[in-house]
C-alpha cells in the first residue's frame, strides 16, 4: 500500500516537474545567451516568460498521457539509488533556498543589477558550490527520472545534461564581467558544481 502511494506521488510529481521546468530551463538558457539584450528590456523580459511559459506548457500538460505513455520499469537498486538523490535533493536544495535571497532566485540582479545590486554571493551554500540552485535542479531530475523510468524524464535529464553547461557558461561571462576580478579569484577557490563537503 504505502509502496503503491509513493510510486503514484513520485510518477505525478515528475510528470509535473518535466511539464513546467523545461520551459523555465529554456527560458533562462536564452537569458543568459543574450543578457545585455535582455537587460535593455528589463521587465518585459519577465513579461515575455508570461507569454511564453503558458504557450510550451499548455500543450505539454494537454498531451501529458501521450507524452507519459513510454516508460521502463526501473530495476529495485535504480529506484533506491533514486530516491537516496531525492532525499539529497530536498535536503541541499533546503539548505540553498534557506540562504538565496528570492531577488537572486527570479533574476532580478541579472536582468536589472543597476536597480538591485548585489553583493558577490561566497558565503553558506555558495562556499560550496558556485550553482547550488542548478544542482539542486538536476538532482530532483536525475532522482525522478531514475525512480520513474518516463522517456519523457530521461529526455530531460539529456536536456539538461546538453544545456546546462552552456547556460553556467554564459552566467559565468555575465558574472566575471560584473564582479571582475573578485568573480576570478571566487571561480578559482570554489568547484563549479559538484559540492565541497561539509555542507
Not at 539529456?158 to 553547461?165: E, H, K, Q, T
Amino acid at each position: 500500500m504505502l509502496t503503491t502511494i509513493f510510486r503514484t506521488s513520485i510518477d505525478v510529481v515528475a510528470q509535473y516537474f518535466a511539464v513546467f521546468y523545461a520551459p523555465i530551463f529554456v527560458f533562462w538558457l536564452i537569458i543568459h545567451l543574450n543578457i545585455e539584450y535582455w537587460r535593455g528590456k528589463a521587465k518585459k523580459a519577465y513579461w515575455t516568460a508570461c507569454l511564453a511559459w503558458p504557450a510550451i506548457t499548455g500543450p505539454l500538460l494537454f498531451y501529458k498521457d501521450a507524452i507519459f505513455a513510454v516508460r521502463w520499469n526501473p530495476p529495485g537498486w535504480m529506484i533506491i539509488l533514486g530516491t537516496m538523490i531525492l532525499i539529497f535533493g530536498s535536503l541541499f536544495g533546503w539548505r540553498t533556498f534557506r540562504n538565496v535571497p528570492l531577488r537572486t532566485i527570479i533574476g532580478l540582479p541579472e536582468l536589472e543589477p543597476s536597480k538591485n545590486a548585489q553583493p558577490l554571493l561566497h558565503h553558506g551554500i555558495y562556499s560550496r558550490t558556485r550553482n547550488p540552485i542548478y544542482l539542486t535542479h538536476t538532482t530532483y531530475i536525475v532522482g525522478l527520472t531514475l525512480v520513474t523510468g518516463f522517456a519523457a524524464n530521461w529526455a530531460l535529464l539529456a536536456l539538461d545534461i546538453m544545456l546546462l553547461p552552456l547556460t553556467i557558461l554564459a552566467e559565468e561571462g555575465e558574472l566575471i564581467r560584473r564582479y571582475g576580478p573578485e568573480y576570478v579569484t571566487y571561480m578559482r577557490r570554489v568547484p563549479r558544481f559538484f559540492p565541497r563537503w561539509p555542507w
